[in-house]
């Protein structure tokens, strides 16, 4: 296959390694070094269990903890970041209501004006911590929780709160200091190991008084529902600890349910450690300038398995937030978002897990799904997806158990698109598919408002029809006819959303815009105003995921992206380079859309459009995650208030990594390496690696 290097080529200094489909699975980072490797001089002591010694460098706030057993050694390092708002001037020096009202996007004009690549620290100074504002509740009953832990075996999560409580166990019950939420502002919070699931926090609550808390559910706990968790805090006076308390899931209860020995902590510690090294064993290896944003990659996989329970059944968010319900469990986006990030990075035993539950509980013989919005560009891209797993991991016995389900499922797109050519020569959505693009469609009183012919329906149709096509020979020779009537599908679907999107620009607007679908000329935010005026509901609605999704599905000519773009980012269609939540403007918030937005990003990438890329990535990993734990938001204002955590936003992160790294083509034999790699991370000379990935080499 042919390879590019089409903007940073391999330099001195600098090695990219990208492997191929078949390559052995890497250690994502080895479980434990060699002892010599791990000084510990000057280090405190802290206990012994089964022939381990375990000490932890107490003189820094980020000091390692390190197991030694003979010359082996495991480290188990601590990054914390700030939680707390300490961006000066707020907003680069701009107003907020400005922010929120200009149609441009003015925090990624001031980002990109010095033209090169966006410096990552002023992105991030752009706007205050993500969930730093959080809303504080002493019964802990709803909202405050800032993040949760868990295993793979369980079938649930256990939330934390900003002063280091759990539903079952408080720290304050030994640290008076620690009651209530309002008094740790001031914190910061990181995670073990860089990626491990275990909560590190740091609570400041005087000039010469901390406390250090550990937090961390137990890998071998047999509930089957309930998270069973280890606490760890240490109260630091003038630097120096002076108390600590362990604890284990609950208050004591004493004879019976006693505080743990330190030794009982340690061995959970250890035991968590090397569970989560085997549970990511998989994942593509990568070392790159940046640590931070490869445990990034990680942790979103490591996310991925507490979130759902078993480590498989799909959840769209956990414990009370709303996203945990059943009726979200069949949502087309959990699918798309888990296959495509596993599968970029090798994990290919747990995109088949993903994919079979699918197939096997949620999807029906006719194709049609369960739950209650299907998406219709969902379809397409679940399809694509399909394709993309064969060729990745060539196991055609999956694939080809499903192949009932998965024709049916092109053949909800082929319905729709036979409706499509009934209608009227004249109607403006002539051939294009109609349907709901948003699943929250179908909760509104008039559904009908939005069974329209949105661009991304047809654009992932497209897309989908041609990329199962491909491998439909192999999956079922004996059905050739439906893979040739996919491709003249796909051809005919394709000229027609070209003509029609065409015909639809909005030239008498700078830069020129095109709707959400054919037949109207109003901008969204346009068509909000009037709709508010009227006190109606808008089909412009989702407008961010008819964008995101059109751009994704790369079937559009490049000046016709370029314009797509160039109409999203000028008409008030992103916030700090990511693609809003877009609503009616306002005086008062402009949120990021932390999931489905990598699409847009996608095409940036296709488009060269480096810069915008490299924006995007770094504005997403700062504002729509919270700061040092890296919980994702759905949808993620730049005010400090705390998101709305679902799976397909912390999913976004390891598809971003991997593309700026490691990118194919949509249809031709092409593979970009380094296509995105920052100009900073070339002048370091340290090395970028990625090794053990996939890519596509085709059905034969």
């Not at 008084?209 to 961390?216: A, E, G, S, T």
């Not at 759902?308 to 769209?316: A, E, L, M, S, T």
């Not at 770094?618 to 998101?643: F, K, N």
């Amino acid at each position: 296959m042919p390879l590019s290097f089409d903007r940073r080529t391999f330099l001195t200094g600098s090695t990219i390694a990208a492997m191929g489909a078949a390559a052995a699975p890497a250690i994502a980072a080895p479980a434990f070094s060699a002892a010599k490797d791990a000084p510990v001089a000057g280090h405190a002591k802290l206990a012994e269990f089964d022939g381990w010694t375990v000490y932890e460098d107490q003189g820094r706030r980020d000091g390692s903890i390190t197991f030694f057993k003979g010359d082996q050694a495991l480290v188990v390092s601590k990054r914390p970041e700030a939680c707390f708002d300490d961006i000066e001037p707020k907003w680069l020096g701009l107003a907020l209501k400005d922010i929120c009202l200009a149609d441009a996007d003015l925090l990624a004009d001031k980002l990109l004006a010095g033209g090169g690549d966006p410096d990552p620290e002023q992105v991030r100074r752009a706007a205050p911590p993500a969930g730093w504002n959080f809303k504080a509740d002493e019964l802990g009953t709803r909202m405050a929780w800032t993040n949760f832990v868990g295993t793979r075996q369980q079938g649930d999560t256990m939330p934390v709160f900003p002063n280091g409580r759990t539903r079952g166990y408080r720290p304050e019950h030994a640290f008076p200091d620690l009651k209530g939420d309002d008094g740790v502002k001031k914190r910061w919070e990181g995670l073990l190991g860089g990626w491990m699931p275990a909560i590190h926090k740091i609570i400041e609550v005087s000039p010469t008084r901390y406390y250090d808390l550990l937090i961390f559910a137990d890998v071998k706990a047999p509930d089957a529902l309930l998270v069973q968790t280890w606490h760890r805090t240490i109260q630091y006076d003038n630097g120096k600890p002076v108390k600590t308390s362990f604890g284990y899931s609950y208050a004591p209860f004493p004879p019976r349910r006693v505080e743990p020995e330190a030794a009982d902590f340690y061995k959970g510690l250890f035991d968590f450690a090397t569970y989560w090294q085997n549970e990511v064993r998989d994942q593509s290896a990568l070392t790159i300038p940046d640590k931070a944003l490869s445990d990034m990659v990680t942790h979103a996989f490591a996310k991925e398995l507490i979130t759902r329970p078993q480590g498989v059944y799909p959840k769209y968010g956990v414990v009370d937030r709303d996203y945990f319900g059943p009726e979200y469990d069949g949502f087309q986006d959990i699918l798309t978002s888990s296959l495509y990030a596993n599968l970029e990075w090798g994990r290919f035993d747990q995109a088949k897990r993903v994919l079979d539950n699918y197939f096997n509980d949620f999807t029906a013989p006719d194709g049609m799904i369960n739950m209650r919005g299907p998406e219709v560009p969902q379809f397409g891209l679940t399809l694509s997806l399909l394709a993309r797993y064969l060729n990745y991991t060539g196991d055609l016995a999956t694939v080809r158990a499903h192949a009932g389900k998965i024709a049916s499922t092109a053949a909800i797109l082929t319905d729709l698109h036979d409706l499509s050519l009934k209608k009227p020569a004249g109607d403006a959505g002539f051939g294009l598919l109609d349907g709901w693009s948003e699943s929250d469609a179908c909760l509104h009183p008039d559904p009908s408002v939005w069974w329209k012919p949105y661009w991304n329906n047809s654009a992932f149709a497209v897309r989908g029809w041609r990329d199962i096509a491909r491998v439909w020979p192999l999956i079922a020779p004996d059905q050739a006819a439906l893979a040739k009537n996919w491709n003249a599908r796909a051809d005919t679907l394709q000229v027609q959303l070209v003509k029609t999107m065409r015909a639809n620009i909005r030239k008498d607007v700078t830069p020129p815009y095109l709707a959400v679908l054919p037949g109207t000329k109003l901008t969204h935010r346009e068509a909000y105003a009037e709709a508010q005026a009227k006190k109606q509901s808008s089909e412009h609605g989702w407008a961010h995921r008819v964008y995101a999704e059109m751009l994704h599905a790369d079937v559009l000519p490049d000046d016709l992206a370029q314009t797509v773009i160039n109409g999203v980012r000028g008409h008030g269609g992103t916030c700090i380079g990511v693609v809003a939540n877009i609503a009616p403007a306002n005086e008062t918030h402009r949120d990021q859309l932390g999931f489905i937005s990598y699409g847009y990003a996608q095409q940036l990438l296709r488009s060269d459009r480096i810069e915008e890329y490299l924006l995007f990535l770094h504005s997403h990993r700062y504002h729509s995650h919270t700061p040092g734990t890296w919980v994702a938001g759905e949808v993620t204002g730049i005010d400090g208030d705390l998101p709305l955590y679902c799976i397909p936003a912390q999913l976004t992160i390891p598809k971003l990594v991997r593309w700026m790294l490691v990118f194919e083509a949509s249809d031709s034999e092409t593979l970009h390496l380094g296509k995105a790699i920052p100009r900073d991370w070339i002048a370091s000379g340290d090395p970028i690696v990625i090794s053990g990935g996939a890519h596509a080499l085709g059905p034969g």
